[in-house]
């Protein structure tokens, strides 16, 4: 009786705003088309996949794609430069963001201060495609950062950045401080305006300079956002980025250091046509940073900060 | 305070350098982004074949807009232009559209099943098909060379839902309820009570969704890659980069290098006029919707 009440209810309530299913259904089939049908497509990687076949004339064959692509050595090569240069990128974007906006919380003059953060802001919005010819401009052999460098005779002959392994990583880590830096102080500029200005009044009666506020007052203050940013990027270790390295590291000499997965599945995917290995390192890829988004929230859970989820 | 007064004296004097340094250090900070922009634009206006002779600053030395012009003449640049603003504005109004939309329903508590529904939207934010499904997909719905490839695939985005969404709810709950008490139906609700106070975070969204579709290249070099009148701005630049990068510095085959051309355009100067045609119309929009992202990036943050 209970139950025929509450069901009821139910069909009533989603009757009542019938119009709110009218709004979201179309939205929900269009995300069907677009993000969970596609994901059928991963049947390809446990088969033989031959377009002209499709998916049902295509071979099964089981474990196969995985078992070449974790023997593979050109993988692990990518799967190597990925993190890597994730790494890098999280470490060194961390560190300019934060000691950025450390630095611009203590100018005075506002005006200085707000052109300063728009002028920072700059690069974000410029396509890679822009900041890779602008980075290739500025680290060419006539460039400016060789035209310093040789003024302040750190060199006598320009350095060829881009052509020389050993420097790739570090021009793709220099591509994105330049163009994120800015951009990913907003938020610690934001949460450093939200601390209680009496613990600075405190601080001062305690006697602390400048540098021993920035350290026992700001940075503690910041802490926290620190921390969630940090796991929730550690999630996502396996997006490099592509583009700089794509756009800046296809020269046959670079592509040892600069081949990630993404650009490792383009090339199997689309120029060699072998789908299924392409899908399989895909996949991998997926299932890889879905596990470690989820650890990364469990993390952030356990320490106590704002669940991201 | 027992302290001597020279130290006073000499703290002062410290917080003093400390001020003045860091005011260097930001001017630094300034140069260094602005540099490379603004040495790109006195480029694109100096002589081709002066620049090649090298030492270009933050000004033309020999002052010409030819590059400009043989950009602006050239057929496929106009088409990649036309490309370019046509899908901007298109993807911007549509994915305003419907993130607001799909923000709105969510943030409504009457609806049933708002649980699942919110986590059916959110999991395609971490689980993705990847390229190559992606790929097959866009295919068999023959979006394959057809400017609609531009605009469908993405027009619900997540992240921007859930911005949108937090805003929406930080709104009085009272203002919809009126509307609806009054007898307006939930669209008329979310189109004249709940979007009109969404000014703020629909700039914010609008800006990101033109930023993206303004700048991406690689759905036209997956789905387009040799159809003319599919090219954008930005594949335009893409092409004009990598032919660099292969070679080193030297042939551009848009504008067809032949010996007696090659005398008063350059690949550089017209890599450069196009870079500043690709970025000036973003450059000129951001700083007066910095109000609004700041703000953005923070509902962003505290549920993304």
């Known amino acids: ?309 | 305070m027992t302290q001597p007064y020279p130290v006073m004296h000499k703290k002062r004097f410290h917080i003093h350098t400390f001020d003045i340094v860091n005011v260097l250090i930001m001017l630094l900070v300034i140069v260094i982004m602005l540099y490379p922009f603004l040495n790109t634009v006195a480029v694109s206006f100096n002589d081709a074949q002066d620049t090649l002779r090298g030492g270009i600053g933050l000004w033309p030395r020999v002052f010409s807009a030819y590059s400009y012009e043989m950009v602006f003449k050239n057929r496929l640049m106009m088409t990649a232009a036309f490309n370019s603003v046509a899908r901007t504005v298109l993807a911007t109004v549509l994915c305003v559209f419907f993130a607001s939309l799909v923000a709105y329903v969510l943030s409504r508590q009457e609806l049933v099943g708002r649980k699942f529904i919110t986590a059916y939207f959110l999991v395609t934010m971490y689980v993705s098909a990847g390229l190559i499904p992606t790929y097959f997909l866009i295919k068999s719905l023959g979006l394959l060379n057809n400017f609609l490839v531009y605009i469908l695939p993405g027009l619900v985005s997540v992240y921007n839902v859930i911005v949108i969404k937090s805003f929406i709810q930080s709104l009085p709950e009272s203002l919809s309820e009126a509307a609806i008490v009054d007898g307006a139906g939930h669209f008329r609700c979310y189109w004249s009570v709940i979007l009109p106070c969404c000014k703020p975070v629909l700039a914010t969204v609008a800006l990101w969704c033109a930023v993206g579709a303004w700048n991406s290249w690689f759905d036209t070099f997956l789905y387009a890659p040799n159809a003319d009148h599919m090219t954008t701005l930005q594949y335009e630049m893409m092409k004009l980069l990598s032919s660099s990068m292969q070679t080193g510095r030297d042939t551009s085959s848009v504008f067809g290098n032949n010996s007696e051309q090659a005398n008063i355009i350059t690949p550089v100067s017209i890599r450069a006029a196009v870079t500043i045609v690709a970025s000036v119309p973003i450059l000129v929009v951001y700083p007066f919707l910095q109000k609004y992202f700041v703000k953005g990036v923070m509902l962003g943050a505290v549920k993304g």
């Open chain 1, 1 to 309: 009786m209970q139950m025929q009440a509450r069901k009821t209810g139910v069909w009533k309530r989603i009757s009542k705003s019938k119009s709110l299913y009218f709004m979201i259904i179309p939205c929900m089939i269009y995300t069907f088309i677009f993000s969970y049908y596609p994901l059928t497509g991963w049947i390809m990687a446990f088969q033989n996949f031959k377009p002209a076949k499709g998916y049902w004339g295509s071979k099964f064959v089981g474990l196969d794609q995985f078992r070449f692509l974790f023997g593979d050595f050109e993988f692990w090569r990518a799967f190597r430069n990925t993190v890597a240069m994730s790494l890098l990128n999280l470490i060194f974007g961390f560190l300019f963001a934060i000691v950025f906006a450390l630095l611009l919380n203590e100018i005075r003059h506002s005006g200085f201060k707000r052109i300063t953060q728009t002028v920072s802001y700059l690069p974000h919005f410029l396509s890679w495609v822009i900041v890779c010819a602008l980075v290739q401009g500025m680290l060419a052999s006539d460039g400016i950062v060789n035209e310093v460098l040789k003024a302040l005779g750190a060199t006598d002959k320009s350095i060829l950045f881009l052509g020389e392994p050993a420097y790739f990583w570090w021009v793709v880590v220099f591509a994105n401080v330049w163009k994120e830096m800015g951009w990913n102080s907003i938020i610690y500029i934001a949460a450093i305006s939200g601390i209680d200005p009496a613990l600075y009044e405190a601080a001062e009666l305690d006697g602390a300079g400048r540098f021993r506020k920035m350290w026992h007052v700001t940075l503690p203050g910041i802490r926290s956002t620190i921390v969630v940013l940090m796991i929730m990027n550690l999630g996502s270790i396996l997006n490099a980025g592509f583009e700089v390295q794509y756009l800046l590291g296809s020269n046959g000499l670079l592509v040892d250091v600069s081949q990630t997965i993404d650009i490792f599945v383009l090339k199997y995917g689309m120029s060699i046509g072998n789908y299924s290995l392409a899908t399989a390192a895909g996949m991998f890829k997926t299932v890889i940073s879905v596990a470690l988004v989820f650890g990364a929230n469990a993390i952030a859970n356990r320490l106590g900060e704002n669940s991201l989820m």
